[in-house]
C-alpha cells in the first residue's frame, strides 16, 4: 500500500523566493536561490518561479551571467479611479519608463480601437496622470509617459534644443566661451613659465572639464545647468575645428589645451556640414533641417 504524499505548499516556498529578492534588490539568478534553498527540489523552485512570473510578482531579466529575477515594481494603476480601460493604458504607459510609448504601440498593447484609445488617454491626460511628448526624432509624433516624469534626451534633444529646434546659436556661443577660456588659460601659462620651457608652459595650459563647467556657469550664458557630458559635447567641437586638443591625466581624467593653427578653420555649424553626404537636402534645399539631422546628432554626441 503506497504511503499518500503531502500536497506541497508552494506559496510558502513563494515568500521565501520574494524574501530573498528583497534582500538582493538588484537581482538574483538560479545559483543564489539553489544556495539559499538547498533542501528544496530544484522543479520546485521552478514551479514557484513561475508562478511567481504569472502573478507578475517577479521580472525576469537576462544578463551576461544569465538568467536575472527582480522583485516587480508595484504599479500606480491600481489607484487609478476609473475603467478598467484606464488602468490598462496606463499600465502600459508606466512601463515605458522616461523614453515613452507611441501611440500606435499603445494601441497593439492594449488592443483598443483607435476612438476608445483617444477617449481613454483624453482622460488620462485631463487627470494629470500621462502627458504627451513630441520627439525630435519625427516632429509629427508624440509619445506618451507619466506626468511627473522627465524626458529622456533621446526624446527631447537634451541641451541643444528647444521645442525641437535646435539651438545652433547658443552652441556656437559656448564653442566660443570654452575656446576663449582655453586661450585664456594659455596666456596665463606663457606668463608664469616664461622660463620653464615649451613643456611647463603646454602643463600649465591643460584645463579639466569641472573648471570650463565652472567658467560657464559663472557667466550665465546658459538657463539650464550643464553637466560635464554637455561640456565635453562642447569641447569635442573645438576638437573637430582644430582649435584645441584633448589629453589624459595620470588618473585618465580628460583634460584640454587650446591648439594654434595656421590655418583657418570652419566655424562650428559649418564643420560637419562641410562634408556631409546630404547636404544638398538640407534647410531650404530640401526636406532635412539642423533639428532632424542625424549626422549633426551624432556629430554633437560623438
Known amino acids: 500500500m503506497s504511503v499518500k504524499q503531502e500536497p506541497i505548499d508552494l506559496e510558502e516556498y513563494c515568500q521565501r523566493i520574494i524574501q530573498i529578492c528583497e534582500q538582493i534588490p538588484d537581482g538574483i539568478n538560479d545559483k543564489v536561490l539553489q544556495n539559499e534553498m ?3 527540489d530544484p522543479r520546485i523552485r521552478v514551479q514557484c ?3 511567481l512570473l504569472a502573478s507578475s510578482r517577479i521580472d525576469l531579466f537576462k544578463s551576461p551571467t544569465g538568467l ?13 479611479r476609473g475603467d478598467q480601460e484606464e488602468k490598462i493604458v496606463f499600465r502600459i504607459i508606466e512601463n515605458s519608463g522616461n523614453k515613452g510609448i507611441w501611440l500606435r504601440d499603445i494601441r497593439v498593447q492594449s488592443g483598443l480601437l483607435q476612438t476608445q484609445l483617444n477617449k481613454v488617454l483624453k482622460s488620462l491626460e485631463a487627470k494629470k496622470l500621462v502627458k504627451s511628448v513630441k520627439s525630435v526624432n519625427a516632429n509629427k509624433k508624440k509619445v506618451y509617459m ?14 541643444w534644443y528647444s521645442d525641437q529646434d535646435f539651438e545652433s546659436e547658443f552652441v556656437e556661443i559656448l564653442n566660443q566661451q570654452c575656446h576663449r577660456f582655453l586661450l585664456h588659460r594659455e596666456e596665463k601659462s606663457n606668463a608664469a613659465n616664461k622660463g620653464g ?16 563647467q ?10 539650464v545647468q550643464l553637466r560635464k557630458e554637455d561640456i565635453d559635447a562642447i569641447m569635442r567641437t573645438l576638437i573637430y575645428d582644430g582649435k584645441a586638443e584633448r589629453m589624459s591625466d595620470e588618473k585618465g581624467e580628460a583634460m584640454y589645451r587650446a591648439v594654434r593653427s595656421p590655418v583657418s578653420m570652419p566655424g562650428l555649424v559649418q564643420a560637419p556640414c562641410g562634408v556631409c553626404p546630404v547636404i544638398k537636402d538640407c534647410g531650404d534645399k530640401g526636406s532635412i533641417t539642423p533639428a532632424t539631422c542625424l549626422y549633426l546628432k551624432e556629430w554633437l554626441e560623438f
Open 49 to 51: 518561479i513561475n508562478k
Open 197 to 212: 620651457g615649451p613643456l611647463a608652459v603646454r602643463n600649465g595650459s591643460l584645463v579639466r572639464i569641472t573648471e570650463i
Open 38 to 40: 538547498p533542501e528544496v
Open 146 to 159: 507619466l506626468f511627473d516624469l522627465e524626458p529622456d534626451n533621446s526624446i527631447t534633444g537634451g541641451t
Open 214 to 223: 565652472s567658467y560657464i556657469s559663472e557667466l550665465g550664458i546658459s538657463k
Open 68 to 80: 536575472l529575477y527582480k522583485l516587480k515594481a508595484p504599479s500606480n494603476a491600481i489607484n487609478i
